[in-house]
């Protein structure tokens, strides 16, 4: 997953005001205590942070 297509994921999924919010002020314990863009800046792939967010936003797994 590239970040562009991460972010028209989180777009369409939180609406692009709350993408943003969810995105540098969740904090998810799976990513070791990092918010997302902390994850993805340290490295992690694009596609396990997507998926985290997933799970901890309840997204039904058909939009994952």
Known sequence: MRLQ??????????????????????????????????AIDAGVPVRKVWLEICKEYDVPPKER
Do not use: K
């Open 5 to 38: 297509e991460f972010w028209s994921r989180m777009e369409g999924q939180f609406g692009s005001m709350r993408s943003q919010s969810v995105a540098r002020d969740h904090v998810f314990g799976q990513l070791g205590g990092l918010t997302a863009i902390e």
